[in-house]
């Protein structure tokens, strides 16, 4: 069964800190892997996009990267600011169909 | 710059009745999508419309829901007979072309309709 596994499940950083989301996925075959943000009651606004042959995208403070031989990747936040705090969410796409597969997201809170 | 809206923002309604949820996808889009998520859990794909006619559709979209473009910019889900665990959040998204394949487009979601089902 095709999967997206997101870790952390929930992290708390103080403002201005740096912080690192892991994304494992299982989706094959692949066609790309996108990163949303979800602020809490609202819906999903794409952060980054990636196709398997890219390695990183960015996104002002947001940094994605993209290793499709592991199958990971990880959504860096810089200089963390208190409305970077929300679920951020991956999710796989395959070639043929549009059957996005979603993580369960990870959820961020910033304190100041 | 152009977003994605939904109406209502919440819908309460009694078990067995039918409801229609409301989307205005964004103009210049061609691809419609709906996703529900239950509350505390990951986002589940319901149903992809091109076309005028479904693409695709999850195990969840039984015959209990469907989907229509009643004209050039409402694009609407019914829920025949809800149940109580039909009540969640349900997202309208569209995009400009098919994300499938190398696509890189972007996918815009709307503020999502809240279903409670009692």
């Known amino acids: 069964k095709n999967q997206v596994e997101q870790s952390p499940q929930s992290l ?3 403002e201005g800190k740096n912080c690192t989301l892991q994304c494992n996925y299982t989706v094959s075959p692949f066609s790309n892997l996108r990163w949303y943000k979800q602020d809490t009651g609202r819906g999903p606004v794409s952060l980054t996009i990636m196709t398997f042959s890219e390695n990183t995208k960015s996104n002002g403070r947001y940094t994605a990267t993209l290793d499709a031989d592991t199958k990971q990747s990880s ?11 929300a ?3 991956c999710v796989v796409t395959r070639p043929s169909d549009y059957k996005l597969s979603f993580g369960a997201g990870t959820t961020v809170t910033v304190r100041a | 710059e152009p977003e994605v809206t939904q109406t209502p923002s919440h819908q309460v309604t009694q078990m067995g009745q039918e409801v229609i949820l409301r989307c205005v996808p964004i103009s210049n889009h061609l691809y419609f999508y709906w ?4 509350l505390g859990q990951k986002v589940e794909f319901l149903v992809s419309f ?3 006619e479904i693409s695709e559709k999850s195990e969840i979209f039984d015959d209990q829901f ?3 473009r009643p004209d050039g910019s409402n694009f609407t889900l019914k829920i025949r007979s809800t149940k109580l665990e039909d009540s969640a959040m349900y997202f309208c998204a569209s995009s400009e072309a098919r994300l499938a394949g190398l696509s890189t487009d972007t ?3 709307g ?3 809240r279903l409670t089902v009692l």
Request: hydrophobic share 35%; aromatic share 16%.
């Open chain 1, 75 to 85: 959504l860096h936040i810089t200089a963390s600011q208190l409305s970077d705090s």
């Open chain 2, 50 to 52: 091109y076309n005028n």
């Open chain 1, 12 to 14: 708390i950083i103080l």
């Open chain 1, 87 to 89: 679920s951020y969410i």
């Open chain 2, 35 to 38: 996703y529900r998520q239950i």
């Open chain 2, 66 to 68: 469907s989907v229509e």
């Open chain 2, 111 to 113: 503020p999502g309709t």
């Open chain 2, 107 to 109: 996918q815009y979601f």
